[in-house]
């Protein structure tokens, strides 16, 4: 599954001379971009070198076809390592009977990553289903086979908020990613060559039954709780609705019932400068250069997304890159501005971008922003995906392994009392039209505990989002819904870096 892959036949007709020649200058990062302007020769063009990046690339690539940065760590800030899983740190569950999918023909057989974290009790009740975003890995913590710093490695262990003390953690790499799961990468079993744009478009729907495929395999009827932040938020709720005598809490953590046209909107914007990359070639790109400027642009995009202008004003104000110390100074003039990465925060997406674009497959990311864009949980649009909306949940929540290894007692009522007083907040004075549609569409878990987590200086999944969640929710008659909104300015990736507050609040849930 990895993108770097080639064949001689393919590195012989990279070997062809590029259609356009660069002019012959020292290579050097987009950080180090000198200026435009005169130069020795009055009449020479300039040169951009974060422009000249990108062939240098390409030259590293056809020289060497492993990602180089897999292994590299960001330095400019807390970012989590989105680095890509060795094949034998994590086990693959095949499935090989058809998987109903919603927009196209059932897939014929498939193949899930996965990885896990805790005991399993006797009775195999005490299992959490961890989902990811869009560009996770399984590797959500360290393992003995793997002991990398997983996405997730503060929130997972010993007394944390997934408490594996308590709990038996389960983490999938997506149906459509390519950490190991089935994917556009995917070799095809019918033509022997990598599905590319071939594959089906994929919902959130399909990913969580791929996800209960392994659950039946191995032999969990329920699960204790589903959590998930971003996308996995998406999918948590989605496990709840297909699965409600399955699922006994849901999590949705900077997530969302009906994806917003904002959101659609910028990841559009980023399958638009993929698909634009002249080495995506429709997405058969398998046996040549991978549409790597195209996955950098996207995802200085996405990053956009994920933080929050008061972060960075903090972060890096209007501060310029320092400059070479053996770049050309007129104590007489103010400094010359650079056309390439110049302010730091420039600087900071233009190593995002960097980092990632060798990482993750690029039609792997166009089908899983797709399936995000297509999520929707209002009654019509269930209706129209021929969704059957199942019965609520028949009995009473699970009781957490601290209590359910008792004979029943005062406490277990005590618990259940305490879950169907939940916190509130203020009704929104003005609901949105589709809230009553909605409502109708969550009407399954009506009778799941839901944590739902906002974050204020969110612009990906903004906070009122996840208040027409719970709104929504409470109307469908949950009288279960615990609702926070926490303050901050990391934005969207606040769930991955809170772990006071959202760590403390899923171990409260959970526990």
């Given amino acids: 599954m990895n993108v770097g892959k ?122 959490i289903l961890l989902h990811t975003g869009l560009s996770a890995s399984s590797h959500a913590a360290s393992t003995d086979l793997n002991p990398a710093d997983g996405w997730w490695e503060k929130f997972i262990g010993p007394g944390k908020a997934l408490d594996t003390n308590q709990f038996f953690i389960i983490c999938t790499n997506v149906l459509g990613g390519c950490y190991g799961s089935t994917g556009p990468s995917s070799i095809d079993p019918s033509t022997g060559e990598p599905y590319a744009t071939r594959f089906p478009v994929l919902s959130i729907f399909d990913m969580v039954r791929a996800q209960f495929c392994l659950l039946d395999h191995l032999g969990i009827e329920r699960l204790y709780a589903s959590v998930g932040s971003s996308m996995g938020a998406m999918q948590s709720l989605a ?166 290894a008792h004979p029943a007692s005062p406490a277990h009522a005590q618990y259940h009392h305490l879950h169907s007083h939940s916190k509130s907040h203020p009704p929104p004075p003005n609901p949105p039209l589709h809230l009553p549609d909605l409502a109708a569409g969550l009407r399954p878990l009506a009778n799941t505990p839901v944590l739902i987590l906002g974050v204020q200086s969110d612009i990906l999944f903004p906070v009122e989002q996840q208040r027409e969640v719970a709104d929504a929710l409470r109307i469908a008659g949950n009288q279960m819904v615990s609702y926070y909104e926490l303050g901050g300015v990391w934005g969207h990736d606040t769930f991955l870096l809170d772990v006071q507050n959202v760590g403390g609040a899923i171990r409260g849930f959970l526990s």
């Fill in 6 to 127: 080639s064949s001689s036949k393919a590195l012989r007709l990279l070997s062809r001379p590029p259609a356009r020649t660069y002019r012959s200058h020292p290579i050097r990062t987009a950080s180090q971009c000198s200026a435009p302007g005169p130069s020795n020769a009055p009449h020479d063009r300039p040169h951009f070198p974060c422009v000249d990046a990108h062939a240098a690339r390409e030259s590293r690539i056809i020289t060497s076809r492993s990602s180089s940065s897999s292994s590299a760590s960001t330095s400019s800030g807390p970012e989590p390592p989105y680095a890509r899983p060795n094949p034998t740190s994590y086990k693959v569950y095949h499935h090989d009977s058809p998987v109903p999918l919603v927009y196209a023909d059932p897939l014929p057989s498939f193949d899930i990553a996965y990885e896990t974290w805790g005991t399993l009790s006797p009775r195999k009740d005490n299992v």
């Fill in 239 to 404: 496990a709840g609705w297909l699965y409600p005598e399955r699922v006994g809490k849901v999590v949705s953590i900077s997530g969302t019932a009906r994806s917003s046209p904002s959101a659609i909107a910028m990841r559009f914007a980023q399958r638009s400068v993929l698909m634009a990359d002249p080495n995506w070639k429709n997405g058969f790109y398998y046996d040549g250069l991978p549409p790597h400027t195209g996955m950098k642009l996207a995802r200085q995009i996405a990053t956009i997304t994920y933080r929050s202008g008061p972060e960075w004003d903090l972060r890096f104000g209007r501060k310029l890159r320092k400059l070479p110390d053996d770049a050309p100074t007129r104590p007489d003039r103010a400094r010359t501005p650079a056309l390439c990465p110049d302010f730091l925060i420039e600087t900071y997406l233009d190593h995002q971008g960097e980092e990632f674009c060798l990482k993750y497959d690029a039609n792997s990311l166009i089908y899983i922003s797709k399936a995000m864009d297509l999520f929707d949980m209002t009654a019509p649009a269930l209706a129209e995906l021929r969704l059957d909306p199942p019965p609520p949940r028949s009995g009473p929540p699970p009781l957490p392994p601290s209590l359910a």
